[in-house]
């Protein structure tokens, strides 16, 4: 569950609003064009949605361990 985390930021472990592939999920899921999401967009799509995306997170995992 972690590793998929650790790698969809790696490289903006500091500022993970700036993973091209975080911006690309939100842009799909929320409709906020990429360039336009800020830190604070980030950690509000971050909490509003937290149960989806652990659950997520949980599924990724499981699949993971199949793998």
Known sequence: MLSFLWNSIR???F???ASPYLRWRIETYW???ADEITGRQFFA???QHRHELLRFLRWAG???QRA
Do not use: E, V
């Open 62 to 64: 499981r699949m993971s």
């Open 45 to 47: 799509f971050s909490w």
């Open 31 to 33: 409709g906020i064009h």
């Open 15 to 17: 500022r993970p609003w």
């Open 11 to 13: 490289g903006y472990s």
